[in-house]
């Protein structure tokens, strides 16, 4: 058969990182490099028990077809869970904020349509934004996120071709940033957020990790400072669990009617019965307690592996942060290493990472990784930062 395949379907690349990351299948791996929560936190009992409840009091409406917006008790606990004041009919529940990511960009972006990224961001927005053919465009980024001149600067239409129109929205990851682990401050978030509405730039907002705070809450998100010009994506991937697939966005009703249509068209609607029994688990505060449960084990996960980073960098030139949330820390090698060059070889020592590269929207920093500490024990932590060290002393002839 002669399949002839859609302009758009060449731009749908297996993810860099899978490809990458196909080394650190091997058993006996200790990897640092995936995103995933840590299953010791997934409530696995109280799911059980709402789902018995949900199929036993609401069986034939939880497996019944339902509304594309969500269940409207969980539209509202969303409402309720989100420190502005959110109506809560300006709530989609989505399969997973990574569908928010589709969503918008599907109402958003035309071919060639400037779409503004922080440097470096995550990989899974780029790869939603790519098949409707943005021109993603890097922000100049510290550690606290976007630099606001250069945000300026770069929102600016620059007249003549559609394609140079002004920026269509700016994506930011204001909290425990993947693949970073940074935050944006108090001053930055009011900077950002005034210039981007003098600029009527909207904002997309990504906050998956933002309840994963360690010693205090962050700030408040770019949302809250401003309703009208943002997107705010949420998740219950992190604070309950990722196979739910379960998470929502808020939109200004500008905008909800269209992003409604686009999933309408995608998937109808969430899976209703997840919808049902997620609303049942949150019954009676049940984050409340939860989270602080999972804040405490990644905070201790997170000391272990920058104790082990002190010890066993010691006298090398590596950078690395100190996230005050989420899940991953960033780190800087010395001059010269390539951590995609890298990678294999720490995995030769049973250790594996994610080399920085693929996050940046144009040319990467080779010298950057992220580390995860939430999956390895704080155990396996120290195994495996002791090997990378010795795989980098290796590297540098040392
Ligand atoms: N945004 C960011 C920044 C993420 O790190 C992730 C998960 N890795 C997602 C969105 C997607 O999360 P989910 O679809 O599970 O809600």
């Given at each position: 058969?002669?399949?002839?395949?859609?302009?758009?379907?060449a731009?749908?690349?297996p993810?860099v990182?899978?490809?990458?990351?196909?080394?650190t299948?091997?058993p006996?791996?200790i990897?640092?490099?995936?995103?995933?929560p840590?299953?010791?936190?997934?409530?696995?009992q109280a799911?059980?028990?709402?789902?018995a409840?949900?199929?036993?009091?609401?069986?034939?409406?939880?497996?019944?077809?339902?509304?594309?917006?969500?269940?409207a008790?969980?539209?509202q606990?969303?409402?309720?869970?989100?420190?502005w004041?959110?109506?809560?009919?300006?709530?989609?529940?989505?399969t997973?904020?990574?569908?928010?990511l589709d969503l918008?960009a599907k109402v958003?972006?035309?071919?060639?349509?400037?779409v503004?990224v922080?440097?470096?961001?995550?990989?899974?927005a780029?790869q939603a934004f790519?098949?409707?053919?943005?021109?993603?465009v890097?922000?100049?980024s510290?550690?606290?996120?976007?630099i606001v001149?250069?945000?300026?600067a770069?929102?600016?239409?620059?007249?003549?071709?559609?394609?140079e129109d002004?920026?269509?929205?700016?994506?930011?990851?204001?909290?425990?940033?993947?693949p970073?682990?940074?935050?944006?401050?108090?001053?930055?978030?009011?900077?950002?957020?005034?210039?981007?509405?003098?600029?009527?730039?909207?904002?997309?907002?990504?906050n998956?990790?933002?309840?994963?705070?360690?010693?205090?809450?962050?700030?408040?998100?770019?949302t809250?400072?401003?309703?009208?010009?943002c997107?705010?994506?949420g998740?219950?991937?992190?604070?309950l669990?990722p196979?739910?697939?379960?998470?929502?966005l808020?939109?200004?009703?500008?905008?909800?009617?269209?992003?409604?249509?686009?999933?309408q068209?995608?998937?109808?609607h969430?899976?209703?019965?997840?919808?049902?029994?997620?609303?049942?688990?949150?019954?009676?505060n049940?984050?409340?307690?939860?989270?602080?449960?999972?804040?405490?084990?990644?905070?201790?996960?997170?000391?272990?592996?920058?104790?082990?980073?002190?010890?066993?960098?010691?006298?090398?030139d590596?950078?690395?942060?100190a996230?005050?949330?989420g899940?991953?820390?960033?780190?800087?090698?010395?001059?010269?290493?390539?951590?995609?060059?890298?990678?294999?070889?720490?995995v030769?020592?049973?250790?594996?990472?994610?080399?920085?590269?693929?996050?940046y929207?144009?040319?990467?920093d080779?010298?950057?990784?992220?580390?995860s500490f939430?999956?390895?024990?704080?155990?396996?932590?120290?195994?495996?930062?002791?090997?990378?060290?010795?795989?980098?002393?290796?590297e540098l002839a040392?």
């Amino acid at each position: 058969m002669n399949w002839k395949l859609a302009a758009r379907a060449a731009k749908m690349n297996p993810s860099v990182l899978r490809e990458i990351l196909k080394v650190t299948e091997r058993p006996g791996i200790i990897s640092l490099a995936g995103g995933l929560p840590s299953p010791k936190t997934f409530p696995i009992q109280a799911f059980a028990d709402a789902c018995a409840e949900v199929l036993h009091n609401d069986g034939q409406a939880a497996l019944q077809y339902a509304a594309s917006e969500g269940y409207a008790p969980l539209r509202q606990a969303v409402a309720d869970m989100l420190p502005w004041n959110v109506d809560p009919a300006q709530v989609l529940i989505t399969t997973g904020s990574q569908q928010g990511l589709d969503l918008v960009a599907k109402v958003l972006i035309d071919p060639g349509s400037r779409v503004l990224v922080e440097t470096p961001t995550y990989l899974g927005a780029l790869q939603a934004f790519g098949p409707m053919e943005p021109n993603p465009v890097s922000v100049a980024s510290d550690d606290e996120g976007v630099i606001v001149e250069d945000l300026v600067a770069k929102a600016r239409a620059t007249g003549g071709r559609a394609s140079e129109d002004a920026a269509r929205f700016v994506y930011l990851l204001p909290n425990f940033q993947n693949p970073t682990g940074r935050t944006m401050t108090e001053a930055r978030r009011a900077a950002v957020s005034a210039a981007a509405a003098a600029a009527g730039l909207p904002i997309v907002e990504d906050n998956p990790y933002g309840e994963l705070w360690f010693d205090e809450a962050p700030p408040l998100p770019l949302t809250a400072r401003n309703p009208e010009g943002c997107i705010y994506l949420g998740s219950f991937s992190k604070v309950l669990a990722p196979g739910l697939r379960l998470g929502f966005l808020v939109a200004p009703k500008a905008i909800f009617p269209k992003l409604l249509q686009a999933k309408q068209a995608v998937d109808l609607h969430t899976p209703i019965f997840t919808q049902r029994m997620v609303s049942a688990v949150m019954k009676d505060n049940f984050l409340e307690r939860h989270v602080p449960t999972i804040r405490a084990l990644y905070k201790r996960q997170r000391d272990a592996m920058m104790a082990a980073l002190k010890r066993e960098m010691a006298g090398l030139d590596v950078k690395f942060n100190a996230p005050k949330g989420g899940m991953f820390l960033w780190a800087r090698l010395p001059e010269g290493i390539d951590t995609v060059a890298l990678l294999p070889k720490a995995v030769e020592r049973n250790v594996a990472f994610v080399p920085g590269a693929p996050f940046y929207a144009d040319q990467g920093d080779p010298r950057t990784l992220r580390l995860s500490f939430v999956t390895a024990s704080v155990e396996e932590i120290d195994t495996a930062i002791a090997a990378l060290a010795l795989t980098l002393r290796e590297e540098l002839a040392l």
